[in-house]
């Protein structure tokens, strides 16, 4: 049974409201993205980071997976340990739907957790009435547990195994311009996996795809799924 390795992107959260970012229409439009995705807009300030996501969060408990997101859970339950999700998005919808392989790369809009004494805590939990809320151990200042511009993404030693070990790597709704996820799918191109993207558009690192999907994800990948556990 061969190994898949699904990267996911902002594409296969759109189709179920979430607005994507660096579109038009995008949610980062109105905010400075230095401001509200960055340690040093977080430091200058706070209050209005803490705003900003406690608004994505709320965003993120109105809307619900789509048929993407179901299709990828149905692909782990045929492929067991052979399947693992990396995505990009930070809403936490895969997790929602049922997939339990999942790294979040960028961190997820349903935690946080306190700069002094690190305990981590579900947004879901915590009172979000102060416009910043603090850590019960400590009192310190809790943080939306998210990867900003300028910090390493999360469990990069733990993608670069599973990017080792996959036959198949698959980039779903993704235009391949945010690094270092954009570089993953050249990575396992040179390792020797076979390459296959999802998208309305062809993604910019289109040279290293070997099959190529035009449209969207919740189109497409219940039939795609269907194929490959039809051929198992």
């Known amino acids: 049974m061969k190994k898949y390795l699904i990267l996911t992107g902002a594409g296969i959260s759109a189709e179920s409201g979430i607005r994507t970012f660096r579109d038009n229409d995008g949610l980062w439009e109105d905010h400075d993205v230095n401001e509200v995705a960055s340690i040093d807009g977080y430091r ?14 709320h965003q993120s408990q109105e809307v619900s997976p789509n048929p993407g997101h ?15 999700i990396i995505t990009q998005n930070i809403d936490g919808l895969h997790i929602t739907a049922g997939n339990q392989r999942v790294i979040e790369m960028h961190g997820s809009l349903q935690d946080c957790f306190c700069e002094s004494c690190n305990t981590y805590y579900k947004m879901a939990e915590i009172d979000l009435s102060p416009d910043l809320p603090l850590c019960e151990e400590c009192n310190g200042f809790l943080r939306p547990d998210i990867v ?14 599973l990017l080792r070990k996959c036959e198949v790597f698959m980039v779903v709704g993704t ?21 296959v993207a999802i998208n309305l558009e062809k993604p910019d690192n289109m040279s290293f795809i070997d099959e190529f999907h035009q449209g969207k994800a919740g189109e497409i990948l219940p039939d795609f799924v269907q194929n490959i556990v039809e051929s198992l």
């Open 44 to 57: 200058r300030n706070p209050e209005l980071v803490w705003r900003f996501y406690k608004a994505r969060f």
């Open 70 to 84: 179901y299709a990828l859970v149905e692909l782990e339950k045929a492929l067991g340990d052979n399947f693992h």
């Open 148 to 161: 900003w511009f300028g910090e390493v993404p999360y469990k990069m030693g733990e993608i670069e195994s």
């Open 175 to 195: 235009s391949g311009v945010v690094y270092p996820a954009a570089g993953l799918v050249m990575t396992a191109k040179y390792l020797g996996a076979k390459t």
